[in-house]
Nanobody, 127 residues
Framework: QVQLVESGGGLVQAGGSLRLSCAAS????????MGWFRQAPGKEREFVAD????????YYTDSVKGRFTISRDNAKNTVYLQMNSLKPEDTAVYYC????????????????????WGQGTQVTVSS
């Protein structure tokens, strides 16, 4: 069982930056690949980025490549999403999620692949 708690969301102007954090409970955080998803009002939840168990592999949806960076600190049981050059279309509730994986597994984009979810944090980008 893993409990996930996101933080770091807020209101930012276009072009600004935010860093989201997702703190995980339990002693098995390093057993899970981690992902970030987002959901805008009236839209389906969409994949943003994921990272392998050991942090050595990452994968991004095309719309955030070059602007967002996912990372993790297994000693702190935390995964991060650094978001730069934010755009109004990035406005959404952002969720972190965990799935059991092999050490190098990454690139799983479907929400159904993930077993545990946080409650979400709101990111609003004004134009």
């Amino acid at each position: 069982q893993v409990q996930l708690v996101e933080s770091g969301g807020g209101l930012v102007q276009a072009g600004g930056s935010l860093r989201l954090s997702c703190a995980a409970s339990g002693r098995t955080f390093s057993s899970y690949a981690m992902g970030w998803f987002r959901q805008a009002p009236g839209k389906e939840r969409e994949f943003v980025a994921d990272i392998s168990r050991n942090g050595g592999n990452t994968y991004y949806t095309d719309s955030v490549k070059g602007r967002f960076t996912i990372s993790r600190d297994n000693a702190k049981n935390t995964v991060y999403l650094q978001m730069n050059s934010l755009k109004p279309e990035d406005t959404a509730v952002y969720y972190c999620a965990a799935r059991g994986a092999t050490s190098v597994s990454y690139g799983y984009t479907a929400p159904s692949h993930y077993l545990y979810w946080g409650q979400g944090t709101q990111v609003t980008v004004s134009s």
